[in-house]
Each structure stands twice: as C-alpha cells, then as structure tokens.
Antibody, heavy 117, light 110 residues
Framework: QVQLVESGGGVVQPGGSLRLSCAAS????????MHWVRQAPGKGLEWVAY????????YYADSVQGRLTVSRDNSKNTLYLQMNSVRAEDTAVYYC??????????WGQGTLVTVSS | QTVVTQEPSFSVSPGGTVTLTCGLS?????????PSWYQQTPGQAPRTLIY???TRSSGVPDRFSGSILGNKAALTITGAQADDESDYYC??????????FGGGTKLTVL
C-alpha cells in the first residue's frame, strides 16, 4: 500500500536551516508529482510546494518562495524540503502528499518543525 | 491575494444533513478549480474525501458528496454521525501550479 513517511523535523533557530525528507513506498514514485503542505499549531492547512516528475519544474507558495526548496531523488524514492533562513512562522507540521488529478490523494503523518531560539 | 473562504464552524444533529461551502473572496468557484475536500481530526493527518468537485476518494462512504452550489463548492454530509465531528478543509487549484486552502470548518455533531 502507499506509504509516505516524513522525517527530519526538530527544533531550529531563527535564520537556521533544516532538511525534511519524505520516503515513499508502495507505488512508482517517479510517476507522481508531489507536494509539501504544512499546518501551524492550531491553524489550518497551507500548501507549500509542488514538484513535477523530473524534479526540474517546481512551484512555491509566496510565503516560502526563495527560502524553501523542494527536490526529489527518484532513485531513492524520496522527496525533500530544504528549509533555509527559517522564521518563527515556519513552525508547523510538514506533510508530504502524493498528487492525483490536482488534489492531495495520499498524505504522510507529518513531521514537526519548531523555529525557536 | 486570493482568499478561499469557509464557515469557521457548523453544527449538525446526529442523522441530520449539513452542507459546508468553499468560496472565493473574489469571483466564483467552478469545476476548473478542481475543488477537493479533506477531513482532519486532532493529531491526525488529513484524509481525502472528495476531489474534482464530486468524486469520492476510495473508501469514503456515499453520505459524503461534493458539488457546486451557486458560486461556491460544497460538501454535503447526509446522515451525520458522531465520528464526522472533525475539521473540514477545501482546497482550490488556482492554475499555474498554485493551490490555496480554505481556513477550515470545525464541524460539531450534537
């Protein structure tokens, strides 16, 4: 069955960096576009980033443009989110999700990122 | 800045019917926005309910249905059950590989 497992979350200082991973299994990873979605504590969901099959075309929410970078390694069935110059407002649970017909078909369980000094 | 609007909260009686809506701060929602709906309980990942306006995701009971009502997308729950008490989120595809979530609706079944 489809499984998405995020990792890499933790506490990071403002201005610091962190890399999240999402390990995919149970499907042909290279055949699906992927997303990152986040949820700040007690808040709603926010779409963050999208990456196409070849990893070249990437799109971002305005709130993270220039600071967060999505990438993928199809040989390792893994999606990444490089977080640089993090801010307090980046504190959230980060979910990876598999796309199907413009929606988020499958979700991981999420990994918590806390930006704090 | 596009804002997707949802009712902050709603309540329904057990066995009752409720319709949650998903609109735009400017303009109308159409099928081209590919509206989708997600259910989330505290501490859990979202669960996909409806996509492409009215297609139920695998395993979702048919008491959940999606539609366009007027200028909004809508999620209707028929015969509400206690375990439907959750947060519900819609998301719209805005084109150019951009998606925008609504703020979510907290549904109470009482």
């Amino acid at each position: 069955q489809v499984q998405l497992v995020e990792s890499g979350g933790g506490v990071v200082q403002p201005g610091g960096s962190l890399r999240l991973s999402c390990a995919a299994s149970g499907f042909t990873f290279s055949s699906y576009v992927m997303h990152w979605v986040r949820q700040a504590p007690g808040k709603g969901l926010e779409w963050v980033a999208y990456i196409r099959l070849d990893g070249i075309n990437k799109y971002y929410a305005d709130s993270v443009q220039g600071r967060l970078t999505v990438s993928r390694d199809n040989s390792k069935n893994t999606l990444y989110l490089q977080m640089n110059s993090v801010r307090a407002e980046d504190t959230a649970v980060y979910y990876c999700a598999r796309d199907r017909e413009y929606h988020f078909e499958y979700w991981g369980q999420g990994t918590l990122v806390t930006v704090s000094s | 800045q596009t804002v997707v609007t949802q009712e902050p909260s709603f309540s329904v009686s057990p066995g009752g019917t409720v319709t949650l809506t998903c609109g735009l701060s400017s303009g109308s929602v159409s099928t081209s926005h590919r509206p989708s709906w997600y259910q989330q309980t505290p501490g859990q990942a979202p669960r996909t309910l409806i996509y492409s306006t009215n297609t139920r995701s695998s395993g979702v009971p048919d008491r959940f249905s999606g539609s366009i009502l007027g200028n909004k997308a809508a999620l209707t729950i028929t015969g509400a059950q206690a375990d439907d008490e959750s947060d519900y989120y819609c998301v719209l595809y805005m084109g150019s590989a951009i998606w925008v979530f609504g703020g979510g609706t907290k549904l109470t079944v009482l």
